[in-house]
């Protein structure tokens, strides 16, 4: 037996020397024979079908040889949108890496128009084989001829989500392709069939539905200059022009003067055009505040015949009816507060709507007294661009509380971001901002000369104060800030448009409106939104008015986008508003600012405090 297994192992072992050599010749021999040519390989038609849209390694590239796994690739639209979202996380972080145009650039550097773009803003509807068809950088890298030497392949351009035939839609990432099935032609039958989420019913928000609480609003206002002019180390000045009446106090003017007085305005000229008798006894008690009426009965007659002739000598606006008006009383309510700030000893001036709001620098100071305080002394006027409300539902009673999302100006963006813009375009609208864009100003109230150049910026003369290396002549230069913005709550109610029949032009324009007479009412306005609106409200429909305001100024869950049926134009749902409030915040075409809400609402606390003492101590 032993000698039986000695010969086994012997034999096995010879077999395994034997097997070894084999391997290792047959290796040599393969090695030696040369590489096979790409016109030798057998391509099956999906191969070469498929290889206009899946990039391939280098090295398959050159051999014409792919994996067998890449032919499993799914070409269902749901992979292809997951696709487009990493596409779009890489468009983020080049966004992210790119630093903001410098502010003295010119407006072709700051701005580059994207496609589907003007140079102005105007947005035109785009197909969709002109969306997203970017180019996702790959990070497959292999050796190249010569050796060790790793060469970047070239991006392949991802495919484009196959559409029904016939249909565009300049929001069609964003739907599913179910939506376009559910087109409708008519805008106002599109926003009667949008979602509305629920109503905000936070109970720390001022609800501004009660005139009881009026006297204990204005005790508080008073309380809280007597604190804030304690920490103000510049005194900085608000002038505005008003027809607000009671109620407009209740709701808007009283919680404006608030935010301001907390970040750090010291002092308010307001111009009253209104004739609400107790608005203007309200308004004369708070100490903050410097009230000068402009009309009869309230004005003296010396103020009425100045601002008339001021009106008639006015040589752009002069004689021109609605906002033109509004234009001129603004501006001579300007040269009247410069004087006046000068008599009181103020450091600065800014113009402000009521609708306006202005939002410090998160990063530092919300105070514009710190800001302006921190100035050189060569800079003479410091602007401020806007960033337009973008209200998300259609019940909004306070819009200082429940607006926080708002639309960046396009001053502000980088090239990236210019060219997401027009994803931001809801409705029948051309453009993202469709308002003023060109901010307000503050301007040093000791400055020679000191004038208004229209209600968004203040002219003076040269002076030595303003002289540096950049200005040897020391012109008038306006310093511009992108830090710290003008928040604008345009809108953000239907009541805001049913009051543009009353106050926008006079009664002989409404029957132009009523014929949609266009030329005609044109005259009164400067720009074109307000003009919409005027004529959506001028013919009273109810139904039309809340669908003008749905489709073209929130944006909620049901939004509507401008889409086209076989050449047919109309509006199709959108589905994911969410996902685009978010994306687009993350590049930065909106923004979120909770300032406001955060400042009113800690306000509206110590109210309900104040009310709840006065209360007990009643009884």
Same mark, same amino acid.
């Given at each position: 037996?032993?000698?039986?297994?000695?010969?086994?192992? *012997?034999?096995?072992? $010879?077999?395994?020397?034997?097997?070894?050599?084999?391997?290792?010749?047959?290796?040599?021999?393969?090695?030696?024979?040369?590489?096979?040519?790409?016109?030798?390989?057998?391509?099956?038609? %999906?191969?070469?079908?498929?290889?206009?849209?899946?990039?391939?390694?280098?090295?398959?590239?050159?051999?014409g040889l792919h994996r067998e796994e890449g032919d499993?690739?799914?070409?269902?639209?749901?992979?292809?949108?997951?696709?487009?979202?990493?596409?779009?996380?890489?468009? #983020?972080?080049?966004?992210?890496?790119?630093?903001?145009?410098?502010?003295?650039? &010119?407006?072709?550097?700051?701005?580059?128009?994207?496609?589907?773009?003007?140079?102005?803003?105007?947005?035109?509807?785009?197909?969709?084989?002109?969306?997203?068809?970017?180019?996702?950088? &790959?990070?497959?890298?292999?050796?190249?001829?010569?050796?060790?030497?790793? =060469?970047?392949?070239?991006?392949?351009?991802?495919?484009?989500?196959?559409?029904?035939?016939? !249909?565009?839609?300049?929001?069609?990432?964003?739907?599913?392709?179910?939506?376009?099935?559910?087109?409708?032609?008519?805008?106002?039958?599109?926003?009667?069939? /949008?979602?509305?989420?629920?109503?905000?019913?936070?109970?720390?928000?001022?609800?501004?539905?009660?005139?009881?609480? #009026? %006297?204990?609003?204005?005790?508080?206002?008073?309380?809280?200059?007597?604190?804030?002019?304690?920490?103000?180390r510049s005194k900085v000045c608000i002038v505005s022009?008003?027809?607000?009446? $009671?109620?407009?106090?209740?709701?808007?003017?009283?919680?404006?003067?608030?935010?301001?007085?907390?970040?750090?305005?010291?002092?308010? !000229?307001?111009?009253?055009?209104?004739?609400?008798?107790?608005?203007?006894?309200?308004? /004369?008690?708070?100490?903050? *505040?410097?009230?000068?009426?402009?009309?009869?009965?309230?004005?003296?007659?010396?103020?009425?015949?100045?601002?008339?002739?001021?009106?008639?000598?006015?040589?752009?606006?002069?004689?021109?009816?609605?906002?033109?008006?509004?234009?001129?009383?603004?501006?001579?309510?300007?040269?009247?507060?410069?004087?006046?700030?000068?008599?009181?000893?103020?450091?600065?001036?800014?113009?402000?709507?009521?609708?306006?709001?202005?939002?410090?620098?998160?990063?530092?100071?919300?105070?514009?007294?710190?800001?302006?305080?921190?100035?050189?002394?060569?800079?003479? +006027? *410091?602007?401020?661009? =806007?960033? %337009?409300?973008?209200?998300?539902?259609?019940? *909004?009673?306070?819009?200082?509380?429940?607006?926080?999302?708002?639309?960046?100006?396009?001053? #502000?963006?980088?090239?990236?971001?210019?060219?997401?813009?027009?994803?931001?375009?809801?409705?029948?609208?051309? @453009?993202?901002?469709? #308002?003023?864009?060109?901010?307000?100003?503050?301007?040093?109230?000791?400055?020679?000369?000191?004038?208004?150049?229209?209600?968004?910026?203040?002219?003076?003369?040269?002076?030595?104060?303003?002289? &540096?290396?950049?200005?040897?002549?020391?012109?008038? $230069?306006?310093?511009?800030? =992108?830090?710290?913005?003008?928040?604008?709550?345009?809108?953000?109610?239907?009541?805001?448009?049913?009051?543009?029949?009353?106050?926008?032009?006079?009664?002989?324009?409404?029957?132009?409106?009523?014929?949609?007479?266009?030329?005609? &009412?044109?005259? +009164?306005?400067?720009?074109?939104?307000?003009?919409?609106?005027?004529?959506?409200?001028?013919?009273?429909?109810?139904?039309?008015?809340?669908?003008?305001?749905?489709?073209?100024?929130?944006?909620?869950?049901?939004?509507?986008?401008?889409?086209?049926?076989?050449? /047919?134009?109309?509006? +199709?749902?959108?589905?994911?508003?969410?996902?685009?409030?978010?994306?687009?915040? @993350?590049?930065? $075409?909106?923004?979120? =600012?909770?300032?406001?809400?955060?400042?009113?609402?800690?306000? %509206?606390?110590?109210?309900?405090?104040?009310?709840?003492?006065?209360?007990?101590?009643?009884?």
């Open positions: 037996m032993q000698r039986w297994k000695k010969r086994a192992l *012997v034999a096995l072992m $010879v077999g395994y020397v034997v097997v070894v050599m084999f391997t290792f010749w047959n290796r040599s021999k393969i090695s030696k024979q040369p590489p096979p040519h790409v016109s030798d390989v057998k391509w099956a038609p %999906e191969h070469a079908q498929r290889s206009a849209e899946v990039s391939l390694e280098p090295s398959k590239q050159r051999t499993e690739r799914s070409s269902s639209s749901q992979h292809i949108r997951q696709e487009i979202v990493k596409q779009w996380d890489q468009e #983020l972080e080049h966004t992210k890496s790119e630093s903001p145009a410098p502010l003295n650039a &010119t407006k072709a550097e700051r701005s580059v128009p994207k496609p589907g773009e003007t140079n102005d803003g105007t947005v035109y509807e785009r197909g969709r084989e002109g969306m997203d068809n970017g180019t996702a950088e &790959t990070k497959d890298e292999a050796e190249d001829e010569t050796g060790g030497t790793k =060469n970047r392949v070239p991006p392949a351009p991802l495919p484009i989500p196959p559409a029904p035939e016939g !249909y565009r839609l300049n929001l069609s990432s964003f739907m599913t392709e179910g939506q376009f099935m559910r087109m409708v032609i008519p805008l106002h039958e599109a926003a009667r069939a /949008r979602d509305h989420p629920p109503i905000d019913n936070d109970a720390l928000r001022d609800r501004g539905d009660d005139l009881e609480s #009026l %006297e204990s609003r204005v005790f508080f206002i008073n309380m809280l200059r007597k604190q804030t002019i304690l920490v103000n022009v008003t027809s607000a009446d $009671v109620w407009g106090l209740r709701k808007m003017l009283f919680p404006w003067i608030q935010y301001h007085l907390e970040v750090g305005i010291d002092r308010f !000229y307001i111009y009253y055009d209104g004739n609400d008798e107790r608005a203007l006894v309200l308004l /004369r008690r708070l100490d903050a *505040v410097h009230v000068l009426p402009l009309q009869a009965p309230f004005a003296d007659q010396a103020t009425v015949s100045d601002l008339d002739n001021f009106q008639k000598a006015h040589k752009q606006w002069g004689g021109r009816p609605g906002n033109y008006v509004l234009m001129v009383k603004q501006v001579y309510a300007i040269q009247k507060a410069i004087a006046r700030a000068k008599e009181d000893g103020m450091d600065w001036i800014v113009h402000l709507d009521q609708d306006e709001l202005f939002a410090g620098d998160k990063d530092r100071s919300s105070s514009i007294a710190d800001l302006l305080r921190s100035q050189p002394s060569h800079v003479a +006027c *410091v602007k401020f661009f =806007n960033n %337009e409300a973008f209200p998300e539902q259609e019940d *909004v009673s306070n819009p200082f509380d429940q607006v926080t999302l708002f639309k960046v100006n396009p001053a #502000l963006s980088t090239a990236s971001m210019a060219q997401q813009r027009w994803k931001a375009v809801i409705g029948p609208n051309r @453009r993202v901002i469709f #308002l003023y864009g060109n901010g307000k100003s503050a301007a040093r109230v000791d400055a020679p000369g000191l004038r208004q150049g229209g209600p968004h910026e203040f002219r003076a003369d040269r002076s030595q104060r303003w002289v &540096t290396p950049d200005n040897p002549n020391g012109d008038w $230069v306006l310093t511009k800030n =992108n830090r710290s913005t003008i928040l604008h709550y345009s809108y953000c109610t239907i009541d805001a448009i049913q009051q543009k029949a009353e106050r926008s032009c006079p009664p002989e324009y409404k029957q132009a409106a009523i014929r949609n007479d266009r030329n005609k &009412t044109k005259e +009164c306005f400067v720009i074109d939104f307000d003009q919409d609106a005027y004529h959506v409200a001028v013919r009273g429909d109810s139904d039309e008015i809340r669908s003008f305001f749905l489709a073209r100024i929130v944006l909620e869950p049901g939004a509507v986008g401008r889409c086209y049926q076989h050449g /047919r134009p109309g509006y +199709c749902l959108l589905e994911d508003v969410e996902g685009l409030k978010t994306y687009l915040m @993350r590049v930065g $075409v909106l923004q979120r =600012n909770l300032l406001p809400q955060q400042i009113l609402r800690m306000h %509206e606390r110590m109210i309900q405090n104040l009310l709840h003492v006065s209360s007990l101590s009643r009884h």
